[in-house]
């Protein structure tokens, strides 16, 4: 099933995708039979025979296919999946995790996230261009984004910042992010 050509193809590591699914789930109660469905063959066989592994690699469009179908079935947009990547996020930051953040100040948990961001998307990059208290400027890239998973994206940092400690957390792409857009430039603020 994973693809073992991630030099090629963007791929997302299989772990991104249990949190994912089980809050999108939770977000369509009875509906989620009907994405699981509407999902690539392969995708779709692999969740329901349990074949998934979360260290294989998958193609990033898989994600960005739960995006789509989550929106059709809601008339949903990016506000969905900004909030889908944050819940996301606050399920998986847990345990060891969530003490580790919580020692951190925001711009320090920054400077740490591009190999974080890597371990999850085979072509993903990250690059802290500026951080400082309450504020920070960061170049995300990784082709076959599209607008969602950008969203997305945009919520896992919230999530992290406020792990930290952080509120009032204020991201925004002031470049790229969008459905052609294989980078984006990230601005945010936030209070401690």
């Not at 989620?32 to 998958?58: C, H, I, K």
């Not at 739960?66 to 819940?87: F, K, N, P, V």
């Not at 930051?93 to 996230?113: D, E, N, S, V």
């Not at 082709?143 to 992290?160: H, I, Q, S």
Request: proline share 5%; aromatic share 10%; net charge negative.
């Amino acid at each position: 099933m994973g693809d073992p050509d991630v030099k090629n193809v963007p791929h997302v590591k299989g772990g991104a995708f249990p949190d994912t699914l089980a809050v999108v789930e939770a977000r369509l109660g009875e509906r989620y039979g009907v994405l699981v469905e509407q999902l690539p063959p392969e995708f779709r066989d692999g969740l329901q025979m349990n074949t998934m592994v979360s260290t294989a690699w998958y193609p990033v469009y898989w994600m960005r296919e739960i995006h789509r179908i989550h929106h059709q079935l809601t008339a949903g947009g990016i506000g969905d999946s900004e909030e889908i990547g944050y819940t996301t996020a606050m399920r998986q930051f847990t345990g060891l995790y969530r003490i580790f953040f919580r020692l951190m100040q925001p711009q320090t948990l920054l400077a740490k996230a591009g190999s974080i961001f890597g371990r999850f998307y085979s072509m993903g990059e990250f690059e802290l261009l500026e951080a400082g208290p309450g504020h920070a400027r960061s170049r995300f890239a990784s082709p076959g984004f599209d607008a969602n998973l950008w969203a997305e994206t945009r919520g896992v940092c919230r999530a992290a910042l406020e792990i930290c400690g952080a509120t009032d957390v204020r991201l925004r792409f002031v470049e790229g992010g969008g459905d052609a857009d294989n980078a984006g430039l990230m601005v945010g603020t936030w209070e401690t």
